[in-house]
Structure formats: structure tokens, C-alpha cells
């Protein structure tokens, strides 16, 4: 059985947002930034829909138009490709070994990652909003492994973040913790030799 590569997105296939668009998100309010990410897993989880978390991010009601425009700048924050590590992605499926992706991510973040043209070689996509479940709970990781209808073994899942790959190896897989594009390339030779 040929391995299947799972990746997550944030900070392995984007960059990490820029400081510009954070600001430009905030907008001087005080506190957003511990509030954006304090909240943010019942976001990923789908607890919390888009009203009621820029609402709190915000600590003011946010509707309609605006709050229509705040998703886009989220969105717009997270789109800007590693484009060494997507350089990769583009090579394991041109070698047809399987990409598959697995993000803590909103449901509207999900929705506006798809349309990005550098993800097209990547599928299926697991999204935490869509699953109503987050990294690093267990259950996804065999969720996702159902998904792909192959055992958790036969699965490398890349994420920068070791509490998620210590979840994804307590669930079978195996595991890498991605620092940057050139070791995960040698990382990945030696995870896909068996």
C-alpha cells in the first residue's frame, strides 16, 4: 500500500500571516489579537459561527457587510503559499504518491482556502469546521483515516505544531514535525521508503 501524505495548511503550506494584515484586521482595537486566537479553536470546531466570533473578537456586534468583509481579510491572511513547500506537494502528486490535507480551519476560511490555485493538487481536504472536530483530538485523525480508507499507518501527517502530531501518532500515523521545506523534504524520503 502506497502511503498517503497529509498536510496540514497554516504555517506549512501558508505562510504565517503577515503583521500588516493582522493590523489591518484589528483596527486598533485592544486585545484582538489574544481574542482571535483565544477563541479561535470553537471557531475551527464550528461552536462559535462567524457572527458570534468576530462579535467577541471584536467585543462588538458585527454583521451584514462587515462582517462579510473581516472574512475576507482572514482569508486573505492565510493565502499567501510556502511556496517551497507547495513546490513539494507538486512534486508527490506528480510521483501520484496521494496529498491529502487535514486543517483547523472555520467553515468560511475552509471555503475561501479551496478556491486557491495553488491547492488544486490537494485532495481530499479535511477541514475542522466541516468535521466539527479540532487537532489534536484523536477522533479526527481516524475520521480523517476513514476518509481516506486507508489505515492510520499507511499516513504521514506533517503539521508545525507537536501537540497535532503527537495526536496523529497516538492515532497510528506517523508523524512529522515540519521546521521548514528542506528538511521536510528529507523528512518525507525517509518516511515514504517503506
Not at 502511503?3 to 501558508?14: A, E, Q, R
Not at 500515523?173 to 525517509?190: P, S, V, W
Request: charged share 30%; glycine share 8%; proline share 6%.
Amino acid at each position: 500500500m502506497r502511503k498517503h501524505v497529509l498536510f496540514d495548511y497554516g504555517n506549512v503550506i501558508s505562510l504565517a500571516q503577515d503583521a500588516a494584515d493582522v493590523a489591518r484586521m484589528a483596527q486598533g482595537v485592544p486585545g484582538f489579537e489574544e481574542r482571535y486566537w483565544d477563541l479561535r479553536l470553537d471557531f475551527d470546531r464550528d461552536t462559535l459561527d462567524p457572527e458570534a466570533y468576530w462579535s467577541r473578537v471584536y467585543g462588538r456586534p458585527l454583521g451584514g457587510a462587515e462582517l462579510d468583509r473581516v472574512i475576507a481579510m482572514d482569508v486573505a491572511s492565510w493565502s499567501r503559499p510556502n511556496e517551497e513547500t507547495v513546490a513539494i506537494v507538486d512534486e508527490l502528486a506528480a510521483d501520484d504518491v496521494p496529498v491529502a490535507l487535514l486543517s483547523n480551519a472555520p467553515v468560511c476560511i475552509a471555503d475561501g482556502l479551496d478556491e486557491l490555485p495553488f491547492m488544486a493538487p490537494i485532495s481530499p481536504r479535511f477541514y475542522s469546521g466541516r468535521m466539527g472536530l479540532v487537532k489534536p483530538d484523536l477522533e479526527i485523525y481516524r475520521r480523517v483515516a476513514e476518509g481516506l480508507g486507508v489505515p492510520p499507518g499507511d499516513i504521514v501527517f506533517i503539521d508545525d505544531r507537536l501537540e497535532n502530531i503527537a495526536g496523529a501518532e497516538a492515532a497510528g500515523m506517523a508523524g512529522i514535525h515540519f521546521r521548514d521545506a528542506a528538511t521536510l523534504r528529507d523528512d518525507l524520503k525517509l518516511a515514504l521508503r517503506g
